[in-house]
């Protein structure tokens, strides 16, 4: 739990090594102390002691990353607002956080109805202070994410939590230091673009970032190739969209391939891991309410791995975490039955920011190991095995009642996909004329015969799931985190 201690010493011990690698321009710890204490100075001069929710403008630059430590440094929370995002979504979510000063790296004024704390051209040498000392209960940062009712909603994350996750991290065994080199491809505005910075910063090691003007899988690529990276945490998007590349990429140096965000298909990581014949691929999973990520499964080399419809394991809770399989009355179930993944620990946010509604709906307490805890549901229909794994079967919102059939969507495109081979696909449901749900297919390629494929599936699947409209995209489109964007896609489909 010293975490914030441990990065304040990591800039002063680690002073002469590569911190970042921005816009192809290397930054030393050295640099970033410098950056961090201009910040924190102009932080205490503007801000007051009872101000703790900052707005940060998520720009890809030294200055970004060091207010985030600058704030950590004297005890408030971040709250990032994308550039890219439009600035109704923006405003909304200053509003809502009650947010009154914003940090803005950028050339021009992005906010001007808050206080701005201009970073970009500071100037001043000065040694910091020591971090202040600052309860663990107070918030580290808030991720506003989609919200139900078309409004962003809050989660705020306690140091506490963010402190659990890093030493939860570690316990596993990763073995990092300052030699590494690191990917950070999130946007500040994912959960995942976190334990990208700060894992590696840690331990002193080099952070990659991705330009916003570059496109972000092929450039991913080169970097890793360029820049000898170690350590790398994907969704899994990234690989689909690299696999017609497979044969050309040759990572030998990689130490450590993670994966969060979505479900990672058995075969596209048999094949990813040729990419990397040295690395330890980890499938990990977590929604952000549980700070980032909270389970984690070591997939095994040529020998046999747990999946569910050609879907890998999400595995076990890391240390300090726990979690549950329910049923539809929050009784735990048995392994081996499928219900609802639940989850509790040390990561778990204190609840959803000024929305009391959502947080009875979401969080509950049950007995578990003999004393009473407090639980988060994920919606995510799951079942565990008898050593304690976790299978993943996809969304309870990804299931539709077809003609009174419980269908599972994860368990269409499993079929689907196996067929199609390399091929991604994407079910879907849609509502026909008079209000019944229909099935459609989402095929990322370019349009092809689909005799095959229609047999194929009337031979695998009863009539209900067979989808009744099926459509091709060249590419599918990614969400600002990098994830395929399935609600697009549904609202875009054509039926022909």
């Keep these: 739990m010293q975490l914030f201690e441990n990065l304040f010493q990591v800039l002063t011990r680690f002073s002469d090594r590569n911190a970042f690698m921005i816009n192809e321009v290397f930054f030393t710890y050295s640099e970033l102390y410098k950056t961090v204490a201009r910040i924190r100075e102009a932080i205490v001069l503007t801000t007051s002691e009872s101000e703790k929710n900052i707005g940060l403008v998520a720009n890809d630059d030294l200055e970004t990353y060091a207010a985030i430590l600058a704030l950590w440094f004297e005890g408030k929370a971040y709250i990032p607002l994308s550039p890219e995002l439009p600035r109704e979504r923006n405003e909304n979510i200053i509003e809502q956080a009650f947010i009154r000063t914003v940090i803005d790296s950028s050339t021009t004024v992005l906010f001007a109805n808050t206080q701005v704390i201009a970073t970009k051209n500071m100037r001043s040498e000065l040694a910091m202070p020591a971090p202040k000392d600052t309860p663990q209960d107070a918030l580290a940062y808030i991720l506003f994410t989609s919200g139900t009712t078309g409004l962003p909603k809050g989660v705020p994350i306690t140091r506490g939590n963010i402190s659990g996750f890093n030493d939860s991290f570690w316990e596993l065994g990763f073995q990092v230091d300052e030699h590494d080199r690191c990917l950070q491809m999130f946007e500040l505005t994912f959960d995942m673009s976190v334990m990208s910075y700060l894992l590696p910063m840690v331990k002193g090691a080099c952070i990659y970032t991705i330009p916003k003007d570059k496109i972000k899988y092929s450039y991913i690529f080169e970097l890793m190739e360029d820049q000898l990276l170690t350590f790398a945490a994907l969704v899994p998007s990234v690989i689909h969209l690299l696999r017609p590349y497979f044969d050309e990429i040759d990572l030998p140096q990689m130490k450590y391939s993670l994966f969060a965000g979505e479900a990672l298909p058995l075969d596209v990581t048999q094949e990813w891991g040729r990419c990397l014949p040295n690395a330890q691929i980890v499938n990990m999973y977590g929604p ?40 539809d009355d929050n009784n735990i179930l048995p392994a081996g039955q499928t219900g609802q993944l639940c989850l509790g620990g040390i990561q778990l946010t204190p609840g959803y920011w000024n929305n009391d509604e959502k947080n009875k709906e979401a969080f509950f307490y049950t007995a578990y190991n003999g004393k009473t805890e407090r639980f988060y549901k994920t919606g995510d229909l799951c079942k565990m095995d008898e050593q304690g794994d976790i299978l993943y079967l996809g969304r309870i919102d990804f299931q539709a009642k077809i003609q009174g059939f419980r269908v599972e969507l994860s368990e269409i495109e499993f079929h689907v996909k196996t067929y199609l081979e390399k091929i991604n696909a994407v079910a879907v449901t849609l509502t026909d004329a008079v209000g019944n749900t229909e099935l459609g297919m989402v095929i990322e390629s370019k349009p092809f015969d689909l005799a095959g494929l229609n047999q194929y599936m009337k031979d695998k699947m009863p009539w209900y799931m067979v989808p009744k409209w099926i459509q091709f995209v060249e590419v599918f489109p990614l969400n600002s985190n990098g994830k395929i964007d399935r609600k697009k896609l549904q609202q875009e489909f054509k039926r022909a």
């Design 288 to 327: 952000t309410e549980d700070t980032i990520v909270c389970t984690h499964y070591t997939y095994q080399r040529d020998q046999e791995n747990k999946c569910s419809n050609g879907v890998l394991s999400i595995g076990r809770a890391m240390p300090y975490n726990s979690q549950i399989i329910i049923d």
